[in-house]
Nanobody, 118 residues
Framework: QVQLVESGGGLVQPGGSLTLSCAAS????????MNWVRQAPGKGRELVAA???????KYVDSVKGRFTISRDNAKNTVYLRMNSLKPEDTAVYYC????????????WGQGTQVTVSS
């Protein structure tokens, strides 16, 4: 049974930092591309960051230089380090996995809320 379990969300002040984690199970993690997708209130889902099986990364322009995606294949975990957070980063953040690099896959986590507010 495939599971993606996110953690690390919460309330943070503008300019602060958070690190999200996504623990995966039920599939061969090292052979899957991993993505972080967010959905802000009243908006559609947005691909924020992606990492390939080989460790290459891509980011949406709005988070470049502030967010870092990484993976630890030994721990079956993908991370999203978020620095210099802004109110517009407020959203539910979802972990996503799929077998094709640079494409969203069929596996989704339940999401973790990130709220950036003073």
């Amino acid at each position: 049974q495939v599971q993606l379990v996110e953690s690390g969300g919460g309330l943070v002040q503008p300019g602060g930092s958070l690190t999200l984690s996504c623990a995966a199970s039920g599939f061969t993690f090292s052979t899957y591309a991993m993505n972080w997708v967010r959905q802000a209130p009243g908006k559609g889902r947005e691909l924020v960051a992606a990492i390939t099986t080989g460790g290459r990364t891509k980011y949406v322009d709005s988070v470049k230089g502030r967010f870092t995606i990484s993976r630890d294949n030994a721990k079956n975990t993908v991370y999203l380090r978020m620095n210099s957070l802004k109110p517009e980063d407020t959203a539910v953040y979802y972990c996503n996995a799929g077998p094709i690099n640079w494409k969203l896959g069929d596996y989704w986590g339940q999401g973790t809320q990130v709220t950036v507010s003073s």
